[in-house]
């Protein structure tokens, strides 16, 4: 590797033992070349870069170790070149922030029943924000609330109020929507369909009337996108397994299991954590069964629409509770049957279009 | 100076003894990536072999020159009198340690 002065210069310049740096850097410069050759200029540059960083604290120390008192002087005046000049520097060289010049604030939504700070930015005239302004706030109109002069506020009831902000003789009006949320409510679990479109990820704010609440500002998240994605409120599946969604509003949270099924043909060869989805198209009286090995199974069966026959599922060799209203839980110790089975009205002759759903749930 | 063995420097101290001939840095680096599973920097390898040369269970003789280490030598070490004593009672030490622990280590029922 052709040397390189301006790093061996740096390293030397901290003082370390001749010795140690010659070691270091010959070990960097003999890697560099083997990883030149490996994994191409770039990279080898990227690694001798990183390196060299990572090997400075190490170098600096075996100076601090090994230097008279005139050389830790030396090497304190270079430390401090570079924490103290090298900042200063820096600030003298970028322009100073002006004097206030506007306040700026949209209207603020609020979900929190806990305070929460207006957010109001003071710029100068450049359109520079400035920190720690000294802002006064006073409710002024609407429905009532309780700000602070500081600019919290605690929002009781719904409605929407006026918040007049100052600053010196600059003032703002803040529109203020209270709509306060008491709680959300979201199903427990989540399931999808492999190759299904993406949803609206299911929930519902209530406020603290106890009635629905629709201006909303909140986060969702997803505990493992490489199961599902989030796209804005829709969530699409991504591969069969499990996550979750983390639907926050104000300083209510709540959590849903995310559940994709694979389709299949067949329950054959289940595995264990394995989601299955089973299309199914039963005419008047028919039934389909599958034999599975023991182990431990939710099972649903979802209609693929709601006005049609209804579908009974049977589980043999299994102890099994209701899960959710919609799920059966089922613990098998043997092998276990399960039999979907069209319940049809005497007459009709509709098929059943469903999908059974399968979570093998050991592991 | 301690003679008591640090995790590194017991580790870099078995590298050296495994390398023979061939125990420079960057093949100590490499055999300590290999079996601990974590990358070293440069600098924290040689400050543990340097530490452990100063505690006299390292001597250390350098090469020729080296075109591919641009023109540096390349510093070999080896285990020293006492730093063979050394990884003895550590092997001692462990297997002292382990005497009496059934394998493979199961948690107790509860």
């Given at each position: 590797?052709?040397?390189?002065?301006?790093?061996?210069?740096?390293?030397?310049?901290?003082?370390?033992?001749?010795?140690?740096?010659?070691?270091?850097?010959?070990?960097?410069?003999?890697?560099?070349?083997?990883?030149?050759?490996?994994?191409?200029?770039?990279?080898?540059?990227?690694?001798?870069?990183?390196?060299?960083?990572?090997?400075?604290?190490?170098?600096?120390?075996?100076?601090?170790?090994?230097?008279?008192?005139?050389?830790?002087?030396?090497?304190?005046?270079?430390?401090?070149?570079?924490?103290?000049?090298?900042?200063?520097?820096?600030?003298?060289?970028?322009?100073?922030?002006?004097?206030?010049?506007?306040?700026?604030?949209?209207?603020?939504?609020?979900?929190?029943?806990?305070?929460?700070?207006?957010?109001?930015?003071?710029?100068?005239?450049?359109?520079?924000?400035?920190?720690?302004?000294?802002?006064?706030?006073?409710?002024?109109?609407?429905?009532?609330?309780?700000?602070?002069?500081?600019?919290?506020?605690?929002?009781?009831?719904?409605?929407?109020?006026?918040?007049?902000?100052?600053?010196?003789?600059?003032?703002?009006?803040?529109?203020?929507?209270?709509?306060?949320?008491?709680?959300?409510?979201?199903?427990?679990?989540?399931?999808?369909?492999?190759?299904?479109?993406?949803?609206?990820?299911?929930?519902?704010?209530?406020?603290?009337?106890?009635?629905?609440?629709?201006?909303?500002?909140?986060?969702?998240?997803?505990?493992?996108?490489?199961?599902?994605?989030?796209?804005?409120?829709?969530?699409?599946?991504?591969?069969?397994?499990?996550?979750?969604?983390?639907?926050?509003?104000?300083?209510?949270?709540?959590?849903?299991?995310?559940?994709?099924?694979?389709?299949?043909?067949?329950?054959?060869?289940?595995?264990?954590?394995?989601?299955?989805?089973?299309?199914?198209?039963?005419?008047?009286?028919?039934?389909?069964?599958?034999?599975?090995?023991?182990?431990?199974?939710?099972?649903?069966?979802?209609?693929?629409?709601?006005?049609?026959?209804?579908?009974?599922?049977?589980?043999?060799?299994?102890?099994?509770?209701?899960?959710?209203?919609?799920?059966?839980?089922?613990?098998?110790?043997?092998?276990?049957?399960?039999?979907?089975?069209?319940?049809?009205?005497?007459?009709?002759?509709?098929?059943?279009?469903?999908?059974?759903?399968?979570?093998?749930?050991?592991? | 100076?301690?003679?008591?063995?640090?995790?590194?420097?017991?580790?870099?101290?078995?590298?050296?003894?495994?390398?023979?001939?061939?125990?420079?840095?960057?093949?100590?680096?490499?055999?300590?990536?290999?079996?601990?599973?974590?990358?070293?920097?440069?600098?924290?390898?040689?400050?543990?072999?340097?530490r452990l040369e100063d505690k006299g269970f390292l001597k250390s003789r350098t090469s020729d020159p080296l075109p591919i280490r641009g023109g540096r030598?390349?510093?070999?070490?080896?285990?020293?009198?006492?730093?063979?004593?050394?990884?003895?009672?550590?092997?001692?030490?462990?297997?002292?340690?382990?005497?009496?622990?059934?394998?493979?280590?199961?948690?107790?029922?509860?």
């Amino acid at each position: 590797m052709r040397t390189r002065p301006r790093a061996d210069s740096l390293l030397r310049s901290l003082g370390a033992d001749r010795g140690f740096v010659d070691d270091v850097l010959g070990d960097l410069a003999e890697e560099y070349a083997l990883r030149t050759e490996r994994d191409g200029v770039l990279a080898a540059r990227c690694w001798y870069a990183r390196e060299a960083l990572r090997s400075a604290p190490y170098l600096l120390r075996n100076a601090v170790r090994r230097l008279g008192p005139r050389g830790r002087v030396r090497l304190a005046a270079l430390v401090a070149l570079v924490t103290l000049v090298i900042p200063l520097a820096l600030r003298a060289l970028l322009p100073g922030m002006g004097p206030p010049d506007r306040l700026v604030a949209a209207p603020f939504v609020v979900n929190n029943l806990d305070p929460v700070r207006l957010p109001l930015r003071v710029l100068d005239a450049a359109g520079r924000t400035l920190a720690d302004t000294g802002v006064r706030f006073l409710w002024t109109s609407g429905t009532p609330v309780s700000v602070s002069a500081e600019g919290l506020v605690t929002c009781a009831r719904i409605g929407d109020a006026v918040v007049r902000a100052s600053l010196g003789s600059l003032v703002t009006q803040v529109p203020v929507r209270c709509r306060p949320v008491a709680d959300i409510r979201a199903p427990g679990m989540l399931e999808l369909i492999l190759g299904a479109p993406a949803r609206e990820v299911p929930f519902e704010a209530v406020g603290v009337d106890g009635r629905p609440v629709t201006l909303l500002v909140g986060r969702i998240r997803i505990g493992d996108s490489s199961v599902a994605v989030l796209e804005g409120q829709r969530i699409r599946p991504i591969a069969a397994g499990h996550t979750w969604v983390e639907t926050q509003i104000g300083n209510r949270i709540t959590f849903s299991s995310v559940h994709v099924y694979g389709l299949a043909q067949s329950l054959e060869g289940v595995r264990p954590d394995q989601h299955l989805a089973v299309p199914l198209l039963l005419d008047r009286g028919e039934s389909r069964e599958w034999r599975l090995p023991a182990g431990r199974y939710l099972l649903r069966v979802v209609l693929d629409q709601d006005r049609q026959p209804a579908a009974r599922l049977l589980v043999a060799g299994a102890t099994c509770t209701l899960f959710e209203r919609t799920h059966l839980d089922c613990l098998a110790r043997g092998d276990m049957a399960i039999t979907v089975r069209q319940s049809h009205p005497v007459g009709s002759a509709t098929p059943l279009g469903a999908t059974l759903l399968v979570w093998r749930k050991d592991h | 100076m301690s003679s008591r063995l640090g995790t590194l420097e017991l580790a870099t101290l078995l590298a050296v003894a495994r390398l023979g001939g061939d125990a420079y840095g960057l093949a100590v680096r490499r055999d300590l990536a290999l079996r601990t599973g974590h990358d070293y920097s440069v600098g924290a390898v040689y400050t543990t072999l340097q530490r452990l040369e100063d505690k006299g269970f390292l001597k250390s003789r350098t090469s020729d020159p080296l075109p591919i280490r641009g023109g540096r030598s390349r510093r070999h070490f080896a285990l020293t009198g006492a730093g063979a004593r050394a990884l003895r009672e550590a092997e001692r030490r462990a297997a002292s340690l382990w005497m009496g622990v059934r394998t493979p280590i199961r948690p107790e029922p509860a």
